[in-house]
């Protein structure tokens, strides 16, 4: 008889196997350990949609107690995510703080867009890939729709009622009373949400992350301002390519030492695919889908969530004539 190992033991082994080759970092050290937070970046489009959320701190919580209690002191957290929250980075960081660890590293797996690159920006170190890509930390409103909700970008909404309506009213030769109808059929609560929002990422990156890094306004410019989609990709590279953070991006495929590294993380990546992808949920109703895993050398702790049906108008409903 032949026993396979299962996918989960495997990357459990596989996590222990990347903590002890990233110890040999000089750069990093030796009271290091490793946590993965994995959201399902195949199945976009889910209820909350959104996987970072503050409610999974507490999951996070039980693997960071059992790596302190051995004696880590910095924290490496290999990401890969769509985003979520946008309190949740801030609030993930405090709680590592809180519980002793001095430092917090990142490395980007894939992909770490949204709230996972305001993660990556708030930790001490980024490290992944050539072609790892962050993304614009635009915040987006989430909004009810019939049939559904829907992801509106914050700097639209600011650009809309700024800059689009007043010179639709200038070019349009508007009097004064058809401008305040034209703003009341904008959603004016949801300008101010998108205000407070936009004010909140700015906050944090003035106080938190551009105390460290070459260009402020630049590091705006390609993370906030100017982002012209929220998927628009950043990769690593180009990020360090832009030298706004120097000495705080490390590309491991640049680095010709840790071949074995670079294999462990790579065969990882493939086993996170397959659990989003093949892994299937046991007893999970239709439409159920594997949602985000947090990860150490301790196990797995595996959220689920439900597929949203994308929203389809009602078809046309032909006039019939009544029946005598």
Do not use: W
Not at 295 to 322: C, D, F, H, N, R
């Amino acid at each position: 008889m032949v026993i396979v190992e299962s996918p989960a033991e495997k990357r459990k082994k596989l996590l222990n196997e990347i903590e002890q080759e990233i110890k040999k970092l000089p750069i990093l050290g030796t009271d290091l350990c490793v946590l993965t937070i994995a959201t399902n970046i195949y199945e976009y489009i889910v209820v909350p949609g959104m996987y970072l959320a503050t409610n999974i701190l507490g999951l996070v919580e039980e693997h960071l107690t059992k790596l302190h209690n051995e004696g880590c002191r910095k924290l490496m957290v290999l990401l890969s995510t769509y985003g979520g929250e946008i309190t949740f980075p801030e609030a993930f960081i405090s709680r590592v703080r809180d519980m002793g660890f001095e430092k917090i590293y990142t490395f980007v797996l894939d992909t770490a867009l949204s709230a996972g690159t305001l993660l990556a920006l708030l930790s001490d170190m980024i490290l992944g890939f050539s072609n790892s890509t962050l993304g614009p930390v635009d915040p987006q409103l989430i909004v009810g729709i019939p049939g559904g909700v829907r992801a509106i970008s914050a700097i639209s909404v600011k650009r809309l009622i700024e800059e689009l309506i007043p010179k639709l009213v200038k070019e349009q030769q508007l009097a004064k009373e058809d401008l305040v109808r034209l703003y009341a059929a904008q959603d004016l609560l949801l300008y101010e949400k998108a205000l407070e929002s936009i004010n909140y990422i700015e906050n944090i990156l003035n106080e938190r992350i551009c105390k460290n890094v070459n260009n402020c306004d630049e590091l705006k410019k390609a993370f906030l301002h100017e982002a012209l989609e929220h998927s628009q990709p950043i990769t690593l590279k180009q990020l360090k390519e832009k030298r706004i953070m120097l000495g705080k991006i490390i590309i491991i495929d640049e680095v010709p030492e840790p071949h074995k590294l670079k294999e462990l993380i790579t065969s990882y990546r493939a086993l996170i695919r397959y659990l989003f992808t093949f892994e299937s949920v046991p007893g999970g109703a239709p439409g159920t889908i594997k949602a985000f895993v947090i990860g150490s050398k301790y196990g797995e702790i595996v959220g689920q969530a439900t597929l949203v049906a994308p929203v389809v108008a009602p078809p046309k409903q032909e006039q019939v004539a009544p029946k005598l």
